[in-house]
């Protein structure tokens, strides 16, 4: 079963603008991590944030967590169209041996 | 280090026939996962191995499903007596499992047609 539920599950923008993803959960986790998928080069990790935490940087990209409403959001800033890709929250349950539980992801395109 | 490498990359097969994918992680994870993805779908996880030792298994993986991971390092994936409903992206994973790097790698992944 699905853990997360993004939002919105499409989104289309304009090169250089920012877009910004949101994914919600169910349950108490040890962390909340972003994936991307293209066609190229398949489910790439890009950044972790554990639940301690509220906010990360890494690049062009900025995420937040907000455990009380169990929710985080993706910022990609200056978007290229390399960016065009479908992307995807995964969250490690407490106790949850590792097991990483995917959302339903947010397909992004952008456009040059 | 070439990343968590899958085989074969496509598999078309007929209903009921079994079919086997094989996993290669990278070579010094100790964590190797299986995921199952259709169409406009995440990934939806099957089973766990730390090392040998498969830890956790879906409520996906049926009885026709099973999984091994002998000596800790490939691992393969059989799927029994195929029903169309089992085509979809097969997706192996690795992590280093020391500490708490949680961190996936993820193989090319394997498509199963089932006709």
């Known amino acids: 079963s699905q853990q997360g539920e993004e939002d919105p599950q499409a989104l289309s923008i304009q090169e250089g603008e920012n877009a910004t993803m949101n994914c919600s959960y169910k349950?108490?986790?040890?962390?909340l991590q972003w994936y991307r998928q293209n066609s190229g080069r398949g489910l790439v990790h890009l950044i972790l944030i554990r639940s301690n935490e509220r906010e990360k940087h890494s690049g062009r990209l900025r995420v937040t967590l907000d455990t009380s409403k169990k929710s985080s959001s993706l910022l990609i800033t200056a978007s290229r169209a390399a960016d065009t890709a479908s992307y995807f929250c995964?969250?490690?349950?407490?106790?949850?041996?590792?097991?990483?539980?995917f959302g339903t992801g947010t397909k992004l395109q952008v456009i040059p | 280090d070439t990343g968590v490498s899958q085989d074969p990359r496509h598999k078309i097969t007929k209903r009921g026939q079994n079919v086997t994918f094989r996993c290669d992680p990278i070579?010094?994870?100790?964590?190797l996962y299986w995921y199952r993805q259709t169409l406009g779908q995440g990934p939806e996880f099957l089973t766990y191995?730390?090392?040998?030792?498969?830890?956790?298994k879906s409520r996906l993986l049926s009885d026709r499903f099973s999984a091994e991971r002998p000596k800790g390092s490939f691992s393969t994936l059989e799927i029994q007596r195929t029903e169309q409903g089992d085509s979809a992206m097969y997706l192996c994973?690795?992590?280093?499992?020391?500490?708490?790097?949680?961190?996936?790698?993820f193989g090319p992944g394997t498509r199963l047609t089932v006709t």
């Open positions: 070579s010094e994870h100790n964590r």
């Open positions: 191995f730390q090392n040998e030792a498969q830890l956790e």
């Open positions: 995964a969250t490690v349950e407490i106790g949850g041996y590792q097991k990483v539980t």
């Open positions: 349950t108490s986790i040890n962390n």
């Open positions: 994973a690795s992590s280093l499992g020391r500490g708490n790097s949680y961190e996936q790698y």
